[in-house]
């Protein structure tokens, strides 16, 4: 489903991206770790066409992003954003459909309502809560409808930054599960960057570890653990001492 061949992006002097070569097959769950500043958003906002490559090629079903409709192309993503992103302004519902009301996924304004409540019940919510603000709502509520709003449209990719930030451990575990459900129901593929290693554990089917601008190792998350990469290894045991550490 996604593709990415020798994946080059600089910023300036700084060279974030130096030859990412990744495959996401369809229907998967992968999860990208790796350092805070390691490239994994830029990565992120690569695939969606909002930063625009210095070299490489990215490929989503086939199709280059950078030659991609830019509406018909992101009507396949949905996307839960690390601080929720909700709009503050609107009602619950007008959030969790708000691409329902725009664009070329455009549904009247009742059916657009009646989808929002739909999705809120399976993300565990009631729908009275369709028609309260976000500043009502605890932060595991906001994420809840964060969810409900990034499968509004049943797309056939998902983005996931950060799902957990902010969360206690239980509200963590709840949201990691519902992710892990949702994905699988809808035959989604999905991508996730995180720091939160119950994260990738409940929620990966395979793991990516980016650093120094390249994927220093990927493959089945029941792997990981013993996979021998000193990165990886370093990275999901928290250790100071290592080649992470040595580079910094």
């Known amino acids: 489903m996604i593709q990415l061949e020798n994946v080059h992006k600089a910023f300036g002097p700084k060279r974030v991206l130096q030859g990412v070569n990744l495959t996401i097959p369809k229907g998967e769950s992968m999860v990208i770790i790796g350092g805070s500043g390691t490239g994994k958003s830029v990565l992120l906002k690569c695939i969606l066409g909002l930063i625009k490559l210095d070299g490489g090629k990215i490929l989503v079903n086939g199709e280059d992003v950078t030659h991609a409709d830019r509406d018909a192309f992101l009507a396949h993503f949905g996307m839960l954003f690390q601080g929720g992103a909700l709009f503050d302004s609107l009602p619950v519902w007008q959030n969790v459909a708000f691409r329902l009301l725009r664009g070329s996924l455009k549904r009247p304004l009742d059916e657009a309502r009646e989808i929002a409540i739909q999705k809120l019940k399976r993300v565990g919510l009631t729908p009275d809560v369709a ?43 709840v949201i990691n599960d519902l992710i892990r459900e949702i994905v699988v129901e809808m035959g989604a593929t999905a991508m996730t960057i995180t720091h ?25 998350v029941a792997q990981m653990d013993d996979c021998g990469d000193p990165y990886v290894d370093q990275f999901i045991n928290g250790r100071a001492d290592g080649p992470i550490a040595s580079v910094r």
């Open 196 to 220: 939160d290693m119950s994260s990738v554990r409940a929620i990966a089917d395979r793991v990516a570890m980016l650093h120094g601008g390249v994927i220093q190792w990927t493959g089945p």
């Open 131 to 173: 028609d309260l603000f976000p500043a009502e709502l605890s932060g595991g509520m906001q994420k809840r409808v964060g969810l409900a709003r990034a499968i509004a449209a049943d797309p056939q990719i998902i983005f996931f930054d950060e799902p957990t930030t902010g969360l206690d451990p239980i509200m963590s575990g």
